[in-house]
């Protein structure tokens, strides 16, 4: 792990009138890129060659006399792949930008958690040392994070234990970020689902062998983007998303007699994440919301210190006696956040009286830690 000392040795070389906010383009680059602008910095987007047109070309920024007329994206870099981002000219041309990384899931995912961790001599606008607990096995994970806590989530169980509905949980054996997830009411139904989808390519055994079983919980889901503040110890709750998968969307979209005649290939959804929208609380789920985020964030401080570092999200299930189970827990920036970009969202906008997007609460606490000369109180 690069000490965060060293970190701060890089920031001692910046020129502070003139930083960058920089991310892997893909994810939640576009709301970290907007927010970067809405608060007056310009933005740095990571492009891989085939993937680079909305960036490069239809948000690209338009300023006239240096202020922003359209799009967001103000400097781009062209890679071969996004992991070339580590290889040491990158860093380098990062460094000469003056950037501030933003870490999202595409960056662990495409270049590697370890070299995150041990390479990558760039500030991280978060928690680096985080990043790992959101790899689903690690031995101090996010599940052992939330044992340690107390946080309700799922109750895991054995494939042969199964003796109600579950859902398993692996990656897809083709689409590296996405998910082969599926449902099982048994042991047997567990078995043929899974026959299946390894003939079909869509799992294969090593992630088999690996995966979770979990207890289903039957509810509406709510990614509860949440933001901490260091430099003033708060939590805020700037919005909430959910998420359209495929081909799941479609399946629930078939009367029952319809999905009784989709053949093998068709038959078994996929949880493929194609997009969010947004979603609001009923008031009295509130402060159990702010309950859960309070909790993470101490029991972070404790394992992982200095602890969750600006935006986190939690991702939850709510039953039918309303009660919050976490499902899964992003260290960082979430993937749905685009749904606040520009507009913000009803819990942001109201208790910071304008639009606020966690692209922006996160540009807006570089703003802050610059006029408290404590910018190294937020990177890692």
Known sequence: MIDRSRISE?????????????MIASHSALDVADGAVEENFRALAICQEGREKPYVKYFRANRVNGSIVTGMIDDFLILKKFSHIIDQENQDFLRAKNALFVPNRSFTSYCGIDAVEDQFMVPLLGARNLLRSEERGDK??????????????????????????????????????????????????????????????VIDQDGLDLARVERYVIGPVFNLDFFYSPLVNSIELLGIDWRFETSLDGHVRLP???????????INPEYTVCGHNSATLRESLLEKAFELAETYVEV????????????????????????????DVAPRIGGGTNVHMAVGHPYGNSLWRTNMSTGRRLAREVRFALEQDALHKIVT
Not at 10 to 22: A, K, P, S, T, W
Not at 256 to 266: G, I, K, S, V
């Open 10 to 22: 890089v920031l001692e070389g910046y020129n502070f009138g003139d930083l960058r906010i920089g």
């Open 140 to 201: 101090k994970d996010y599940y052992w994070l939330l044992e340690k806590a107390g946080l309700p989530y799922p109750e895991q169980v054995e494939p042969e234990e199964i003796d109600q509905l579950v859902m398993v949980k692996l990656p897809h054996a083709v689409k590296t970020l996405e998910r082969g997830f599926f449902t099982a009411g048994s042991y047997e139904e567990y078995c043929q689902k899974a026959d299946l989808l390894l003939k079909h390519g």
């Open 256 to 266: 029952a007699t319809q999905q009784l005649t989709l053949n093998e290939r068709q």
């Open 300 to 327: 972070t401080k404790d394992y992982y210190p200095p602890g969750i570092i600006g935006p986190f999200c939690l991702q939850t299930c709510v039953d039918k006696d309303l009660k919050f189970y976490i499902y």
